[in-house]
């Protein structure tokens, strides 16, 4: 018996804090996926500056509480910021939407106390979208016992029956994700027996200590 397809829009900004990546596709979150449309719209430079400096202020579970007024403060321009460009985006796609993803942007994040933090209201967003709106993802997984990340390993397990029905690769299958941390997925064989099937976990910086240099030496900011 055939799955339904979801057609869901996913948003993500990285440990650049640069902006927002924005996708549509459709899956039945299992065996089938389609890329529908990517785009990426940039954060103002203000918006930008603020997140920088929160980031920079918040190096602590107390330093969540310290500045909790100015955290709700810009979550909400966020979680607006994404709500318009969505709204854009469904002025140009008359299809149906069954969901939304919203990542919203990592400030903090420790997998070893359990404590991550991501500015993004999911439910103010689907106030303003009248849309089912799936969030939170990475406190739910390091409460357990993962490192922040659960989509990932899924994403990739998907990729890999692809990849190995169009070129025969075989299994095991290993993906590099290079982001702000560079993290790693270990496919042992096509299985959906995902706890002893698959290891994904981060192996180290990525992208964010070069964004880094570049801020310090250019006048990026």
């Not at 869901?8 to 650049?16: E, H, Q, V, Y």
């Not at 991550?116 to 009248?130: A, F, H, I, V």
């Not at 299958?173 to 981060?202: C, H, P, Q, V």
Request: net charge neutral.
């Amino acid at each position: 018996m055939k799955q339904k397809l979801y057609t869901s829009i996913g948003l993500m900004s990285g440990t650049s804090m640069d902006g927002v990546d924005l996708s549509i596709i459709q899956s039945d979150g299992q065996y089938e996926f389609y890329n529908i449309l990517d785009d990426y719209y940039e954060y103002d430079v203000d918006l930008k500056e603020e997140l920088i400096k929160i980031r920079n202020l918040v190096l602590s579970q107390n330093d969540l509480s310290k500045h909790s007024e100015d955290i709700r403060n810009l979550e909400r321009k966020i979680t607006v910021f994404h709500a318009e460009k969505i709204s854009n985006l469904l002025l140009k796609y008359n299809n149906d939407i069954d969901l939304i993803g919203f990542h919203g942007q990592t400030i903090f994040h420790d997998p070893q106390k359990k404590i991550t933090k991501q500015l993004g209201d999911g439910k103010l967003l689907s106030q303003l979208l009248k849309k089912k709106v799936v969030y939170d993802f990475r406190q739910n997984d390091i409460e357990n016992g993962g490192q922040g990340a659960p989509l990932t390993p899924i994403f990739h397990y998907l990729l890999s029956t692809i990849i190995n029905e169009n070129f025969k690769t075989g299994f095991p299958i290993g993906f590099i994700n290079i982001g702000g941390i560079t993290n790693l997925t270990n496919i042992k064989r096509l299985s959906r027996d995902f706890e002893n099937n698959i290891k994904a976990f981060d192996v180290g910086p990525g992208n964010c200590l070069i964004d880094e240099w570049v801020r310090k030496n250019s006048n990026k900011k």
